[in-house]
């Protein structure tokens, strides 16, 4: 008579979920590609969008040059004083303007699922923001060769670094836009009449448009605390090819202060924007 014997119990061996190691760079290049994706699918918005900063150049460009010339405060080339700041002017209403994409991302639940993800929620703010410099690296290339027949001098590698400005100084203000879209999501219409009512303000107090030094003397008080009048003053000297002044320091500076505060903004933010 043989004994049954019962199988010895199976030890089931759990084994802990393998921890997820989030990559700032790696999950910032995938919600990049994620938002150039519809652009490049849709090529024609892209087109349309390098076009606009020309539109600027052919009517407000020549009204500018009659009106300043070779005289006043605009010393030298009136192109090479005004090509800079219309570039930063590029990037400031492409990257103030990011936080409306969120908005729509809300009503179709597009930015829920984007949240169940691992990625980092500070890819979410920089990808995005990121996104909106490659249109501005097309526009800068072709506002260039665009002007350099009338007599705009390119100096590579101060453009290269004032792009580089650019980028960081949108990488802040992108985020500002997204901390604003997620402040007043249940009331979108909001998010416009406050982008606009900084955006014009931003833009005549940093000289971009027309020189300050002429302005009254309370103008020229409020650019000292407008931080995109430092960043167009470096934009000025890099694209001139002035790498050494300390102009230069104080954009940079100015740049790093709006990222590091509009991504500290953005980031509590996003990190409230499931409630």
């Given at each position: ?66 009106a300043l010339g070779m005289a006043g405060p605009v010393q ?200």
């Amino acid at each position: 008579m043989t004994t049954l014997t019962s199988p010895a119990p199976t030890r089931v061996v759990q084994r802990d979920a393998e921890p997820i190691r989030r990559n700032l760079i790696r999950d910032t290049g995938i919600v990049m590609r994620r938002e150039l994706q519809p652009v490049l699918r849709d090529p024609f918005s892209l087109l349309f969008g390098m076009i606009q900063p020309l539109f600027f150049l052919a009517l407000f460009g020549p009204l500018l040059a009659g009106a300043l010339g070779m005289a006043g405060p605009v010393q030298g080339s009136i192109w090479q004083w005004y090509v800079p700041g219309l570039l930063v002017m590029t990037a400031l209403f492409g990257t103030s303007a990011t936080g409306a994409n969120l908005l729509f991302e809300f009503q179709t639940g597009a930015h829920e699922r984007m949240l169940v993800t691992p990625l980092s929620r500070s890819s979410l703010l920089i990808g995005r923001a990121l996104k909106e410099m490659v249109p501005l690296a097309g526009q800068t290339v072709v506002v260039i060769a665009v002007m350099i027949p009338f007599g705009f001098e390119l100096h590579l590698v101060g453009a290269v670094i004032g792009l580089a400005l650019l980028a960081v100084f949108g990488v802040g203000l992108g985020s500002f836009s997204y901390a604003l879209a997620i402040a007043v999501r249940k009331q979108d219409w909001m998010f416009w009449m406050v982008q606009q009512t900084f955006l014009f303000p931003l833009m005549i107090l940093s000289g971009m448009l027309l020189p300050l030094e002429s302005g009254p003397g309370w103008m020229q008080f409020a650019s000292k605390l407008n931080p995109l009048a430092y960043m167009v003053d470096a934009e000025r000297l890099l694209f001139a090819g002035d790498l050494t002044s300390p102009t230069i320091a104080y954009g940079a500076l100015a740049a790093i202060l709006t990222a590091a505060a509009g991504l500290t903004v953005g980031i509590r933010m996003m990190l409230k924007s499931t409630d």
